[in-house]
């Protein structure tokens, strides 16, 4: 069953650093492109960056020069450096991406299962 794998939640200090992870395993499965979005209580959920298959990478204001999205093709793996957390980053973080699944032409969406960063003043 396809799905993806998050990991690397927490809590941490302001100031302080987490690398969320994303994995799509299985050998017929590919990335192509991946988004980390986040989403805190009463709030709607927002993009925070994405990379496309050939390394894009967009990020939006607020995160900017904090965030780092990155992918390990081999690993199926995208990640998201997070640094200089602040308060206001406390959130569940979810992935999605487009997987190409064995020989289908096109691409599938999938969400990851949500993973907490709770960021303490």
């Known amino acids: 069953q396809v799905r993806l794998v998050e990991s690397g939640g927490g809590l941490v200090q302001a100031g302080g650093s987490l690398r969320l992870s994303c994995a799509a395993p299985?050998?017929?499965?590919?990335?192509?492109?991946m988004g980390w979005y986040r989403q805190s209580p009463g709030k709607q959920r927002e993009l925070v960056a994405s990379i496309t298959s050939d390394g894009n990478t967009n990020y939006v204001d607020f995160v900017k020069g904090r965030f780092t999205i990155s992918r390990d093709n081999a690993k199926n793996t995208v990640y998201l450096q997070m640094n200089s957390l602040k308060p206001e980053d406390t959130a569940v973080y979810y992935c999605?991406?487009?997987?190409?699944?064995?020989?289908?032409?096109?691409?599938?969406?999938?969400w990851g299962q949500g993973t907490q960063v709770t960021v303490s003043s």
């Open positions: 299985g050998n017929n499965v590919r990335i192509k492109t």
């Open positions: 999605n991406a487009d997987l190409y699944i064995a020989t289908l032409p096109y691409s599938l969406n999938y």
